[in-house]
C-alpha cells in the first residue's frame, strides 16, 4: 500500500507541482518530504534535510520545536501570520505558516505551508502603485490632449501673422511663439507616452544591458566606474530590444545626474543580473525571471519621494520633467514586468523583473 510520503504517492506529485513551499514532517517533526518551492525558499535540497529535525534549521529552534509539539499533541491546525524566524544560515526569513497534522495509516504527518509575508506585501504593493500610476496617467493624458489640440491653432496663427508683418524685428515675436509651441507639443507627446507596442523578438539582455553601459561611459567619462555583475546563465527571451535600451538608460541616466549632482568622490554604477525562480508578477507566477539591478552610491531619493518617483510628472530634480521612470514602468509592464525602487543615503537600488517563458506561455 502507497503511504502518504511514498515517492509513487499522489500527494508527492501534488506537492512537487505546489508554488507554496511545503515540508512534511514525520511525528517526531524529522524531515520526510520537501517539495522544490521549499527547497527554493531553505535554500536547502530535500538530500540535505531527510532525516533531520526540522526545527534544527532555525537559529531559535525552542519556538518552533513547541509549535510542532502542540499541533502533535491538540492534533489541530495551527496558523502564525508575518512570523520572524531566523535561519542559521543568519537569514531572517518573515513568513505565514501554517501547520496541519494529517494521520495515514494510524501515523501521524505534520504539513508545514510557508508562504513568505513579504512577498504579499510586494505584491499588493506593486498592484497599487501600477494602479495608482495608470489612474494618473490617463489623467495626465487627457490633460496632454487637451494643451495639444489648440497648440495647433496657435502656432499656425502665429505662422500667418509672421507673413503679414513688415519687419524682420516684428517677425521675431512671431518665431519666439513658434518655437516655445513646438517645445510644448514636444512635451506633450512625451507626456502621451509611447503607444508603440512592443516588436518582440529573442534578444540577449547582457546586450542590451552593454549598449546602455556604452552610452552611459560616452556621457560620463571617467567620472563614474561602471561594473559589471553579470549572470551568463540567463537565457535568451522575447523582448523589444530597443524599448529594454531605453528602459536601462533612462534609469542608468537618472543614477548619472544624482552621483553628478552630489559630493561623491568615487562614483560607481553596478548592472548586476540575476535569475529568480517561482516569481509573482501582477499576481501571475512566473516559473523564472531575470532580475536586473542598477545600483548606484548616491545620496539617495528621500522617503516621502520614493513611492512617488513612477508617477507622471513628479521628479526630484527641479530641472526634471518627472516623464523617465513613468515611461520606464510603461514598457516594462509592455514586457509583463515589474520595476521597483529602494533607496537610502548612499545607495539606491532600482530593480526590473522580467519573465523569462516565451509569449505562449
Known sequence: MITLVDKDSAFRRIMAHQYTAVVVLDGSCVVEHINSAAELLLVRSEKQLLGHAFDSLFAQPDEIRSLLASVVQEGASVSVRSASWQMQSRELLTLDFIVSPVMD???IHLIVEMVPADR????????????????????VRGLAHEIKNPLGGIRGAAQLLASELPSDELQEYTRVIIKEADRLRNLVDRLLGSHQ?????QLNIHQVL????????????DR??????????????LGDEAQLIQVFLNIARNALQALSESDQSAAVIRFRS????????????????????VIDNGPGIERDMLEKIFYPMISGRASGTGLGLSLVQQLVELHNGSVACE???GQTLFTVHLPLETIDE
Open 120 to 139: 504579499s506585501v510586494r505584491i499588493s504593493r506593486d498592484e497599487g502603485r501600477v494602479d495608482h500610476t495608470e489612474t494618473s496617467r490617463h489623467l
Open 343 to 345: 533607496s537610502e543615503a
Open 197 to 201: 507596442m512592443p516588436a518582440f523578438s
Open 224 to 237: 563614474v566606474t561602471l561594473i559589471r555583475d553579470y549572470d551568463p546563465s540567463i537565457p535568451e527571451f
Open 105 to 107: 495509516r494510524n501515523q
Open 274 to 293: 540575476r535569475t529568480v525562480r517561482q516569481y509573482t508578477i501582477r499576481q501571475k507566477r512566473h516559473r523564472i525571471v531575470a532580475r536586473i539591478d
Open 210 to 221: 552593454e549598449r546602455v553601459l556604452a552610452l552611459i561611459k560616452a556621457e560620463a567619462g
